[in-house]
């Protein structure tokens, strides 16, 4: 029955639209109402999480207080915001204290009701109880909006025994029957069925009902649609995050594909912990490094100290030795010659005695007898003050040059060689270094050490000419090239001054080459044989004078020949750290320069050097490739201080000056070296004075037969003719109308000396000075003498024979001509200036005259030159 009832109201209510009437109780549901919605239109963040699903905006107020009435009142009475809120909406004033108690009576009169008859609710029945249930929905109303909960449970249970017909509704108050209790909203639609009693309602509110009930069609079909919208904006949404899950599945697919297989794992793990071992290896290593930098460091730096030290100490020792050089260069000539004098001494004083033991006694014989006496004593004080043998004296040359031609000389030797103690020079693992051991300046005794490494070799080996003693024939400092081990010598040319003490040097240095051009190779041992017959025949002559004995003989000069390694022009040789190659100086037959290279450093070191063509070799042929611009040119200056004539003119004057003398029935004694000078003169003489007879005599023959054999010439035939030793004492009588060519050059030995004796008397002769020199020589003596200021006073020359000093009468023609085959000075700047060198250094000249010219190198060309006397070094 009720429900049936309830179902027919629903039509009913749903026409008042929210307004609720003047009914309290309504406005507080509907704004309970309003409310809820409200909520729920909020952004879902926004929302209380109060708002709740059943409840549609669009439903009108008649069926919201009808079917959901209750439904309000619970949500009121378990929600205080809601009630709150509500409240504000309606703004009603809450319960009094007498209201409450009001409240509490109308729930214990409604709970006895119930007790008695629980159909009923306390609205009962009858007009009288309608004004208490007006009262009581009021009361209802503020109870449901009351903050305390309990208050509103009690509204809310009151207002579900309220009747139906008391929603305030005037209409539905009165057509309901009163009596029929409001339960829980929970009754179905489908429940509900048309009251029999439906079709009696007039037409009017029927069409309001139907008109309402389009209304709410067309809401549901909005409803519908956004639902539909929304549905399908969600199915959107679930479709993309369907993709989105595709997409991170094959992401994850591929991610697991990409993940390492377990044997790949393993090597990465190895190859893990293989880096974290080299990063340890590699810290380890930099910790290392750093200590050895540091180590380094401290070593160079001691390196610095001690390089430093050594160079310090190294300018001392060349200072020293310096010193000691020229202090010994004083000195070596005096005692040599004191004690020269002294046996002179000795020798007069006894014939001075044997002279007295003729003399009959008398006052002459006595005064004699008292000088003989005072000389006597002289000598001995001479004795007591100089050494008795001043070579001996000298602990680095004498000994071993002085007894290796007696061959009991060997003992002597081996304790020479053993006193040799090989220095370790700092400089020498440096670089290239050149230390001048003679004829820095002077001409004679030409050697030059050059060290790189452990490389040490000697480039020349030279006497020096005149020398009053073996001893002093030796290169002044030539004990520095012995301190070591020598791996070669090198030697430009064969002329004795470059080449002559080389058999010394090979005997002191057996395992050292000899290292020359082969035309050198064949001119030297005829020059060295020449040598050791000279020394000693000067050993001989002068026995009685306390003479030493030769520098060499047979032997030394045999081992010399057994060392000769020949070597062409411009053909590389490696001797150990060095390379050298052999250049063609001009000269003599076989000259050559030589470039050596250690590393990227070179020295060229020229020999005696001569820029234009002769008769019997070609000019100087400088290697520009391989000689520009080297470190270091150790060049010759014989005539750097002088300018020839013109070769050609010389030569002109010089032949016809022999015509004339020849020509006027005389003869003409050319002192002539045997090496170059003769070969040079005979060619010229049997090229221009065909008919003119020319004898060659001494060592010029034999080394002229090296001409004719090396350099393919003919010197002999025709008008040039060799002498024969069995013929020389005939020929010195009957060749009276020619030339003799012969050495020596200075006429201090050979042939020239008796040809000299014979020639230099006669006025119808001449002698033809055409070499160098010596300041000491009997050639110079001649000069000096053509020189004197009254030619017509009568001149005599003394000269050293076989048979001891001679003074010859001088009343033949002298005079001097200049064939040099050496550069002058501007032969030799030209050689310096298109080898370019970085510096120059001057030697086989004299002192004065170099000074002079390497002022006008460095002033005039610009060029840095360095001494001759302080050793060299690439890296100073
Ligand atoms: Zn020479
Ligand atoms: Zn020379």
Not at 195 to 213: C, I, K, T, Y
Not at 336 to 352: D, P, T, V, W
Not at 748 to 773: E, K, M, N, R
């Amino acid at each position: 029955m009720r429900q049936q009832r309830r179902t027919g109201d629903k039509p009913h209510r749903a026409s008042s639209r929210r307004s609720g009437g003047g009914d309290q109780l309504n406005q507080v549901l509907l704004a309970a109402a309003e409310t809820l919605n409200e909520w729920r239109s909020l952004h879902p963040r926004r929302r209380p999480g109060r708002a709740v699903s059943w409840l549609v905006p669009s439903w009108p107020s008649g069926l919201l207080l009808s079917r959901y009435g209750q439904r309000l009142a619970e949500g009121l009475v378990a929600d205080r915001v809601l009630r709150e809120h509500a409240r504000a909406r309606v703004g009603l004033s809450l319960l009094t204290q007498d209201d409450r108690t009001t409240l509490f009576e109308l729930s214990q009169a409604a709970a006895v009701s119930m007790s008695g008859d629980s159909d009923d609710d306390i609205s009962g029945s009858g007009h009288s109880e309608r004004a208490v249930a007006s009262m009581s929905r009021q009361l209802i109303a503020r109870a449901l909006l009351d903050p305390n909960d309990a208050t509103a449970a009690t509204g809310a249970s009151l207002f579900r025994r309220l009747p139906v017909g008391s929603t305030g509704m005037p209409s539905q108050q009165n057509s309901e029957p009163s009596g029929a209790g409001v339960t829980a909203g929970l009754q179905s639609e489908s429940a509900a069925a048309p009251r029999a009693g439906q079709g009696r309602l007039p037409r009017q509110r029927q069409d309001s009902d139907s008109r309402e009930l389009r209304r709410l069609v067309g809401t549901s079909a909005k409803e519908l649609t956004r639902a539909r919208a929304e549905l399908s904006s969600a199915q959107a949404e679930v479709e993309a995050l369907k993709a989105t899950l595709v997409r991170l599945t094959q992401e994850r697919d591929q991610a697991r594909a990409n993940l390492p297989s377990r044997q790949q794992r393993q090597r990465l793990e190895n190859a893990i912990q293989l880096a974290a071992d080299l990063r340890k290896a590699r810290k380890q290593l930099s910790d290392l490094r750093e200590e050895r930098v540091a180590q380094k460091r401290a070593h160079s730096a001691q390196v610095g100290e001690l390089e430093d030290a050594v160079a310090a100490a190294q300018a001392e020792r060349d200072k020293a030795t310096d010193a000691r050089h020229r202090l010994e260069d004083r000195l070596g000539d005096l005692p040599g010659r004191a004690h020269y004098l002294q046996n002179l001494l000795k020798g007069r004083i006894s014939r001075l005695e044997a002279d007295l033991e003729d003399l009959p006694r008398n006052q002459a014989r006595t005064r004699l007898a008292r000088e003989v006496t005072q000389l006597r004593e002289l000598s001995e004080h001479l004795d007591r003050v100089l050494p008795a043998t001043g070579v001996d004296s000298d602990p680095q040359i004498g000994t071993g040059a002085a007894q290796v031609a007696t061959h009991e000389a060997a003992g002597a030797q081996s304790v020479d060689r053993a006193e040799y103690r090989p220095v370790a020079y700092a400089s020498a693992d440096r670089g290239l270094r050149v230390e001048v051991l003679g004829g820095g300046h002077e001409i004679g005794g030409s050697a030059v050490l050059v060290e790189a490494g452990s490389t040490r070799i000697l480039v020349d080996a030279g006497v020096r000419p005149n020398a009053d003693s073996p001893r002093l024939a030796a290169p002044p400092r030539i004990a520095r090239a012995q301190e070591g081990r020598l791996d070669a010598v090198v030697v430009t040319h064969g002329h004795n001054d470059h080449a002559g003490f080389v058999p010394k040097v090979i005997a002191d240095q057996p395992r050292a080459a000899t290292i020359c051009t082969p035309a050198t190779a064949a001119l030297m041992p005829e020059m060295w044989a020449d040598a050791k017959r000279v020394m000693e025949q000067q050993a001989n002559d002068m026995a009685e004078y306390g003479w030493l004995a030769p520098l060499y003989g047979e032997p030394e000069v045999e081992a010399a020949e057994k060392s000769l390694r020949p070597l062409t022009y411009g053909r590389p040789h490696n001797i150990k750290d060095l390379t050298i190659q052999l250049f063609d100086a001009g000269h003599i037959l076989g000259a050559a320069g030589v470039v050596i290279t250690a590393g990227d450093q070179r020295a060229v070191i020229t020999g005696d050097i001569y820029n234009l063509p002769q008769l019997s070799v070609g000019s100087a042929q400088l290697p520009p490739k391989l000689a520009r611009e080297a470190d270091l040119l150790v060049i010759e200056s014989t005539y750097c201080d002088r300018r020839h004539r013109d070769r050609a003119l010389q030569i002109q004057d010089f032949v016809r000056a022999i015509a004339e003398v020849v020509g006027g029935g005389g003869r003409v004694l050319i002192p002539a070296f045997g090496l170059g000078r003769a070969q040079e003169v005979a060619l010229m003489l049997r090229q221009q004075l065909p008919d003119v007879p020319v004898l060659v005599d001494g060592l010029a023959r034999a080394i002229s037969d090296i001409y004719e054999r090396e350099a393919h010439l003919d010197i002999f035939g025709g008008n040039v003719q060799r002498v024969d030793n069995r013929q020389r004492s005939r020929l010195m009588q009957t060749f009276q109308t020619g030339v003799v060519i012969t050495t020596s050059g200075m006429l201090t030995g050979g042939f020239a000396v008796p040809w000299a004796q014979q020639i230099l008397p006669d006025p119808h002769s001449a002698l033809f000075v055409c070499g160098y020199q010596d300041e000491e020589s009997a050639g110079r003596a001649l000069q000096r003498l053509a020189e004197r200021d009254d030619p017509t006073v009568p001149a005599t020359l003394p000269l050293q024979t076989q048979d001891g000093p001679v003074a010859v009468p001088v009343a033949a023609r002298v005079e001097t001509y200049s064939l040099s085959a050496h550069a002058d000075r501007d032969g030799l700047t030209e050689i310096i200036d298109e080898l370019a060198p970085a510096r120059t250094m001057l030697v086989h000249g004299l002192g004065r005259e170099q000074k002079k010219f390497r002022e006008t190198l460095e002033r005039a060309r610009g060029r840095r030159t360095v001494r001759n006397d302080l050793p060299w070094s690439g890296l100073a």
